[in-house]
């Protein structure tokens, strides 16, 4: 059976506020959690315009709690910029406020360009090769196990949380899936970023998983673009404003989701189209019956039996509908709320 989550950036669509974008964001996760969805987590980035998620511990409260059962994360925090003490106290604070239902999913990505970076840190430089170590940290922090020679040994993290959070690996390539492995987290693969390395990811993270505190046995996920409408054509139109969005990221033009007339008018050029094919490698557009195939191909390539869904269309109740089509399409089970 397979288990269908949720990954929002709380894009911003054109024309609208980040105060909207972050309200739907609330909404589209209660309509989710109503549908059967397995986990919602949200995404952080800095320093771009069309995206209001910079803050994934503020809206991970706000939406636990205004959703009753489905599990609410991370997607994730970027470790690398933050002190893993801090980001564990964040996170207890939540799993105390919420038992059993907080997933702290962590990543490797520097957040932004260098001068983001610095901000974040506030001058302090930090190298991404640190990150492995910095998970070990949380992990410490986590089951309040400091080596005797560690130099915080003696520090708890507080409020102690019997109930979670539940630990994750993000990764796009091999060296956060072995990560995960050898510190016995679950792995959440970024499909929609990079689909080059995920099936040979996964394989190596469960050929070298090693079992933990946290985990017995392996567990993945894997995330995916996908448009979903009643027939090609309308998904395929819905679609085009995901497309023109993603190369106006590539571009550096950091602005809001553009509507389908922006992206039927658009000029594109020769390049721009290769671009736009190329990412279409990191998506799934069509009705539910054939989005509904495609995923059954990617959980045979990935071996993994819970897909994360990200839609960052222009108008949010073709969004939400989307969600909608898709949890239909795997008759999934909805909670008594």
Same mark, same amino acid.
């Given at each position: 059976?397979?288990?269908?989550?949720?990954?929002? *950036?709380?894009?911003?669509?054109?024309?609208?506020?980040?105060?909207?974008?972050?309200?739907?964001?609330?909404?589209? %996760?209660?309509?989710?959690?109503?549908?059967?969805?397995?986990?919602?987590?949200?995404?952080?980035?800095?320093?771009?315009?069309?995206?209001?998620?910079?803050?994934?511990?503020?809206? !991970?409260? *706000?939406? %636990?709690?205004?959703?009753?059962?489905?599990?609410? &994360?991370?997607? &994730?925090?970027?470790?690398?910029?933050?002190?893993?003490?801090?980001?564990?106290?964040? @996170?207890?604070?939540?799993?105390?406020?919420?038992?059993?239902? !907080?997933?702290?999913?962590?990543?490797?990505?520097?957040?932004?360009?260098?001068?983001?970076?610095?901000?974040?840190?506030?001058?302090? /430089?930090?190298?991404?090769?640190? @990150?492995?170590?910095?998970?070990?940290?949380?992990?410490?922090?986590?089951?309040?196990?400091?080596?005797?020679?560690?130099?915080?040994?003696?520090?708890?993290?507080?409020?102690?949380?019997?109930?979670?959070?539940?630990?994750?690996?993000?990764?796009?390539?091999? &060296?956060?899936?072995?990560?995960? %492995?050898?510190?016995?987290?679950?792995?959440? @693969?970024?499909?929609?970023?990079?689909?080059?390395?995920?099936?040979?990811?996964?394989?190596?993270? /469960?050929?070298?998983?090693?079992?933990?505190? @946290?985990?017995?046995?392996?567990?993945?996920?894997?995330?995916?673009?996908?448009?979903?409408?009643?027939?090609?054509?309308?998904?395929?139109?819905?679609?085009?404003? *995901?497309?023109?969005?993603?190369? *106006?990221?590539?571009?550096?033009?950091?602005?809001?989701?553009?509507?389908?007339?922006?992206?039927?008018?658009?000029?594109?050029?020769?390049?721009?189209?290769?671009?736009?094919?190329?990412?279409?490698?990191?998506?799934?557009?069509?009705?539910?019956?054939?989005?509904?195939?495609?995923?059954?191909?990617?959980?045979?390539?990935?071996?993994?039996?819970?897909?994360?869904?990200?839609?960052? !269309?222009?108008?949010?109740?073709?969004?939400?509908?989307?969600?909608?089509?898709?949890?239909? %399409?795997?008759?999934?089970?909805?909670?008594?709320?």
């Amino acid at each position: 059976m397979i288990k269908l989550s949720v990954l929002d *950036q709380s894009a911003v669509p054109e024309g609208s506020s980040p105060q909207d974008a972050l309200q739907q964001t609330v909404d589209l %996760a209660q309509l989710t959690e109503r549908l059967g969805y397995t986990r919602y987590w949200v995404a952080e980035h800095h320093n771009i315009e069309g995206l209001a998620g910079s803050s994934p511990e503020i809206l !991970i409260g *706000q939406i %636990a709690a205004h959703t009753h059962s489905m599990l609410v &994360g991370s997607g &994730g925090v970027l470790l690398p910029q933050y002190s893993p003490y801090k980001v564990v106290e964040n @996170f207890r604070v939540l799993s105390n406020l919420h038992p059993g239902r !907080i997933d702290l999913g962590m990543g490797r990505s520097p957040g932004g360009n260098l001068k983001t970076r610095r901000a974040l840190t506030d001058g302090v /430089r930090k190298s991404l090769n640190d @990150f492995p170590g910095q998970v070990q940290d949380v992990t410490y922090f986590l089951k309040d196990n400091l080596p005797d020679d560690h130099p915080y040994y003696g520090v708890t993290a507080t409020p102690v949380s019997e109930n979670g959070p539940y630990p994750w690996l993000l990764g796009v390539g091999l &060296g956060s899936a072995q990560t995960a %492995a050898d510190l016995g987290l679950g792995l959440t @693969f970024g499909h929609f970023i990079n689909p080059d390395q995920g099936e040979e990811a996964l394989a190596n993270y /469960r050929a070298s998983f090693q079992a933990s505190d @946290f985990l017995k046995e392996p567990q993945t996920c894997v995330c995916v673009f996908v448009v979903c409408a009643d027939t090609e054509a309308e998904a395929e139109r819905l679609a085009t404003s *995901q497309d023109l969005w993603l190369l *106006q990221i590539e571009k550096g033009e950091k602005k809001g989701i553009p509507t389908v007339e922006q992206a039927q008018s658009y000029p594109y050029t020769e390049q721009d189209r290769i671009r736009i094919e190329k990412n279409r490698r990191r998506m799934i557009v069509g009705t539910p019956d054939q989005v509904k195939a495609n995923i059954l191909t990617l959980q045979e390539t990935y071996q993994t039996d819970e897909f994360m869904i990200i839609t960052n !269309i222009h108008d949010p109740a073709s969004k939400r509908y989307s969600y909608q089509c898709l949890a239909q %399409a795997f008759q999934l089970e909805q909670p008594s709320l």
